[in-house]
């Protein structure tokens, strides 16, 4: 028995906490009780004096491999980023993958996180050996995770109608000549996978993630469907994140991406769309009515310029919301608080009224039993209760971030940045300790990160001197697509802007 004695729990709408002992047997909280209450010789004790206690935060949306990623690319939305995709992640062999899923998970449990979905890419396919080299980063660093290869078998060129052909001679057939796993192939390892899957499904689960509705040919998406029914795997996809992805959607599917995705039999309580950004009323109507989720990544809509997904709306039509960081090549941190802060922030600038911004209590709750949600795990995580797993974050109150201590639910969300973190538990074991995760050699660890991406970049030199040579051309195509009368499907005042066809905001 483990007793946490001493710490103000964080309990809403209580503006200061409450001291409470938390009583912890195994991995599971049994109890919690008044202070010095628990009288038992035998049991174990952290003090917790001093220090705000808040349940691990879960992040709705991450990628493991961008862990080597971060700070890539400066001025690029989302083309500029799949453009680059084959330079940033290539040539990486089973060692890489696992460094790149270890500095993402240690740098998630020393900002407060506990649990992750993570779309993890291999390419061509994913295969047994990259699986496990996440799973044992996770292991390792004790964070418990929902990793979902994340799967195509179109390439991002040939995924946009017309962009090859609009190439220059030269680079047409470089770019029609780059291939990913065929379907079959990509069909058949994910089945390997599933099938061969032995973590504990409370602690490593398996999902499957078809990337982006246009990177998957409708046959791909139902098999990846046929497995992840099969096995009960929590299924996640990018879905209407940038303009262009979404208006060319109703251009040449004639439909919505939820609506692509909701056709191959994907949507359902099992599913939970990444970033949603540019979706009108009915389709929202759709993940509301069939209890599919959201993972709203607002840091990283932000940095890749996507939009403003509108929460608010989602909430409405009962949909699940959860948050994200999405990857590091696109965000550029794995910090779950600062994630918090900025899905308050943007739904402040929507043009809506103050009552119909999002509250510091409800982002708290999308981070927590919102994400819970999205991983398939609400009933054991995303709260400190009787019954729950212990994921318990141990937050330093004698650092500037609560000096004073005015409201605990305002300032985890307004002012935290992740510094005050002191211990985290995951299962009721200590995995972070002053801060650091506990058998983590931070500075092996850089030197390895360091000499690691200066090899890979050196072999994807060649890949990324292409991407760079078309880079314009890529994102004068794209930008031509969102621009186009497709745009006027959607809703317009989800994010600020004017209609492109009939020149009014509505
Ligand atoms: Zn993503």
Redesign the pocket.
């Known amino acids: 028995m483990l007793v946490i004695t001493g710490g103000l729990l964080h309990a809403s709408p209580s503006a200061r906490g409450e001291l409470r002992d938390i009583v912890i047997d195994g991995d599971t909280i049994v109890d919690i009780v008044a202070p010095g209450s628990v009288h038992n010789a035998n049991a174990a004790t952290i003090d917790a004096s001093r220090r705000l206690i808040i349940p691990g935060l879960i992040n709705g ?1 991450t ?1 493991s491999h961008g862990g080597l990623s971060k700070g890539v690319g400066d001025l690029w939305s989302l083309e500029h980023l799949l453009n680059a995709a084959p330079w940033i992640g290539g040539r990486r062999a089973t060692e890489h993958k696992h460094l790149a899923a270890l500095i993402n998970a240690v740098e998630q449990v020393e900002k407060g996180c506990t649990a992750c979905y993570d ?1 993890f890419f291999e390419f061509p396919s994913p295969t047994v050996d990259g699986m496990e080299a996440v799973a044992s980063a996770y292991d390792r660093v004790g964070l418990r995770a929902v990793i979902a290869p994340m799967v195509a078998d179109l390439t991002f060129y040939q995924s946009v109608p017309g962009l090859i052909e609009a190439l220059p001679d030269d680079a047409r057939e470089q770019a029609r000549d780059l291939r990913i796993g065929e379907a079959d192939a990509t069909i058949a390892a994910l089945r390997v996978i599933a099938a061969g899957w032995s973590h504990p499904a409370d602690r490593i689960r398996l999902g499957i993630a078809p990337t982006i509705p246009q990177h998957c040919t409708r046959e791909f998406m139902i098999g990846c469907r046929d497995i992840a029914r099969e096995h009960g795997l929590a299924m996640q996809s ?1 879905v209407s994140e940038p303009r262009y992805l979404s208006a060319s959607s109703f251009k040449f599917a004639g439909m919505s991406m939820t609506e692509t995705m909701d056709a191959c039999g994907i949507v359902g309580p099992w599913f939970s769309a ?1 970033h949603a950004v540019w979706i009108n009323e009915k389709d929202m109507a759709l993940l509301g009515s069939k209890g599919a989720q959201v993972s709203h ?1 607002a840091g ?1 809509n932000l940095r890749l310029g996507s939009g403003i997904a509108a929460v608010r709306e989602y909430l409405r039509h009962g949909v699940t919301v959860g948050i994200g960081t ?2 590091s090549a ?1 965000s550029d941190n794995q910090n779950m608080f600062e994630a918090m802060r900025y899905a308050t922030f943007v739904s402040r600038i929507r043009g809506l009224p103050p009552e119909e911004w999002l509250s510091t209590a409800e982002a708290f709750r999308m981070a927590t039993e919102g994400s819970a949600r999205i991983l398939g795990m609400q009933d054991f995580i995303g709260k400190i209760a009787r019954g729950y797993k212990a994921d318990l974050v141990l937050l330093n109150l004698d650092t500037p971030n609560y000096m004073p201590l005015n409201n605990a639910t305002h300032q985890l969300v307004f002012t935290e940045d992740g510094t005050a973190v002191d211990k985290v538990l995951i299962s009721g074991k200590l995995v972070v300790s002053g801060g650091r995760a506990i058998g983590i050699d931070h500075a092996a660890l850089a030197a390895q990160a360091q000499q690691v991406v200066e090899r890979l970049s050196a072999l994807n030199a060649q890949a990324r001197h292409f991407a760079e040579r078309i880079e314009p051309m890529v994102s004068n195509f794209c930008r031509g697509l969102a621009d186009d009368d497709a745009m006027h499907a959607l809703r317009r005042d989800i994010s600020p802007g004017v209609c492109p066809r009939c020149g009014t905001a509505h």
Do not use: M, V
Request: aromatic share 0%.
């Open positions: 949306h990628h779309l990018h990444a990544n990283s999405d990857g696109s």
